[in-house]
């Protein structure tokens, strides 16, 4: 390999260069083959894809390598990775202008499609017009207009026209599930969350992916109010997520769970939020039975886990709908009836005669009276 050069690719150089924290650095190794690679010690990836992995760091270092497409979807590409691929036609294939400058191991950049031009002005822009070949692109796109928007990044009007274009070809539903919420969970992590959706909205993206979602932005233009104010302090995905879809049904929670494989744990949070969340904020105001009953839906009389996340959500969704509205957080009041029903033992019950649905009846009313 001793004609092979390495160069840092992607999303090392473009943070470095933005100031950001490099969290993951990639590679590209130009004029050399798999057999050196694997000679090395380096492990490759998958059968017909052409990345290794490092035999130390665990890095990726691909191939230099071209596509072209052959097929629909964002896997219809016949990759050509061979010695004589250059640089410059592996960087051709990226995306973003920004995601297409490389870094030689003497720190020299190469950078010949303007991506560090385009990080001046602030602006995602796509390398060429084989962009449009990949329906992935449209989504990538998207997470990188939300992942930079705090420092002024929008995207070019010549990429939001190949955003429409690809939206338009039908090639999207191609797209995995897996895959689509790959990037909407990437998304929700960046600062600016609520950007992603609206560009998918902005090319009709979101209609062919996400209907339920852009329904609902097209009847409540402050849809996305919620989500905003989650997105100001340290959130987890899953209660980002559910600041958007609380505002959905039970029916289109879980037809979008299916649509875009949406995990258990975001989706119960959703569930949970979009059907109690108007009980929970008048908390104080229910009776016992009523307390009993919603604290028996949430699940929390067995796990208290979710309550932290429930509450947050239930002061942003207050704040965002009615900002003027001093709500107080029944927090503590939950935690002491929830102590109150667990000092309510079954063995007690059991010990007169009880057992079956009797002892069940009989144990949730006593477990009422505690409160």
């Known amino acids: 390999m001793a004609t092979s050069q390495t160069y840092l690719v992607g999303g090392a150089v473009r943070d470095h260069l933005l100031g950001l924290e490099v969290h993951e650095r990639d590679y590209v190794v130009v004029g050399s083959t798999p057999q050196a690679l694997l000679a090395q010690g380096y492990t490759q990836v998958g059968k017909d894809f052409p990345v290794f992995l490092h035999p130390y760091s665990k890095e990726e270092y691909a191939l230099a390598r071209t596509e072209r497409k052959a097929g629909q979807g ?4 016949e990759v050509h ?30 950078d010949p499609y303007g991506g560090q ?16 070949e990949d329906p992935l692109r449209v989504l ?33 539903s191609t797209l995995a599930k897996e895959r689509v919420w790959i990037e909407t969970q990437k998304a929700l992590n960046s600062q600016s969350p609520w950007v992603y959706f609206e560009v998918l909205e902005a090319c009709g993206a979101l209609q062919e992916l996400m209907p339920s979602i852009a329904e609902l932005l097209t009847r409540r233009p402050k849809a996305l ?26 029916i289109q929670i879980e037809d ?24 929970l904020r008048a908390y ?15 699940g929390l009389i067995r796990n208290t886990e979710l309550l932290d996340d429930l509450i947050t959500l239930c002061q942003a969704i207050t704040q965002s709908q009615e900002p003027l509205f001093g709500w107080q957080s029944p927090k503590q009041e939950m935690l002491d009836d929830l102590t ?9 019950l059991i010990a007169q005669g009880l057992s079956g649905k009797m002892l069940g009846e009989a144990l949730k009313l006593a477990q009422i009276q505690a409160l």
Request: glycine share 4%; proline share 3%.
């Open 117 to 132: 031009q385009d990080i001046k002005a602030k602006l995602l822009r796509h390398v060429s017009e084989a962009f449009s």
């Open 256 to 279: 979008l769970a299916a649509q875009i494989k949406i995990p258990n744990a975001p989706k119960y949070l959703a569930l949970a939020t979009s059907n109690h969340q108007r009980q």
């Open 140 to 172: 990538r796109a998207a997470r990188f207009a939300a992942h930079l928007h705090h420092l002024g990044f929008v995207i070019a009007t010549e990429t939001k026209a190949l955003l429409v274009s690809i939206t338009h070809s039908g090639e999207l």
């Open 284 to 298: 104080a105001e229910l009776n016992a039975a009523q307390k009993h009953q919603l604290l028996s839906n949430l």
């Open 340 to 348: 109150k029903i667990d000092h309510v033992k079954p063995a007690q």
């Open 74 to 77: 964002y896997k219809g590409f």
């Open 225 to 250: 109010s919620t989500l905003k104010l989650l997105s100001e302090a340290k959130t987890s995905v899953a209660v980002r997520l559910t600041g958007l879809l609380y505002q959905l049904n039970k």
């Open 81 to 110: 990775a061979t010695p004589d691929v250059t640089l410059e036609d592996d960087l051709l294939r990226r995306d973003l202008t920004i995601n297409a400058i490389a870094q030689a191991e003497d720190g020299q950049l190469i």
